[in-house]
């Protein structure tokens, strides 16, 4: 699994899962739209945490920042 997924698209998630978290424990969100959040937000923070977004890997899209230099030893 090669990480594609960069520090401000990991944030925005972390902060999105935290968000919906937060409306449903609080009851603002209920029943079945209580359960789909909570796993919505369940992917957003396992994504975030891993690095690996599988939505991304088919459509080749990587929000990871290019290295501007070659490491030398």
Same mark, same amino acid.
């Given at each position: 699994m090669k990480k594609n997924m960069g520090a401000i698209d990991r944030m925005i998630r972390t902060t999105i899962a935290i968000v919906l978290i937060t409306l449903v424990a609080t009851g603002k969100i209920d029943g079945t /739209? #209580? @359960?789909?959040?909570?796993?919505? #937000?369940? /992917?957003? +923070?396992?994504?975030? +945490? /891993?690095?690996?977004?599988? #939505?991304? #890997?088919? +459509?080749? @899209?990587?929000?990871?920042?290019?290295? +501007?230099?070659?490491k030398t030893n």
């Amino acid at each position: 699994m090669k990480k594609n997924m960069g520090a401000i698209d990991r944030m925005i998630r972390t902060t999105i899962a935290i968000v919906l978290i937060t409306l449903v424990a609080t009851g603002k969100i209920d029943g079945t /739209v #209580a @359960i789909i959040i909570s796993i919505l #937000a369940a /992917v957003f +923070l396992l994504t975030s +945490l /891993v690095g690996f977004c599988p #939505a991304y #890997a088919p +459509l080749g @899209i990587s929000t990871l920042r290019k290295k +501007l230099y070659k490491k030398t030893n």
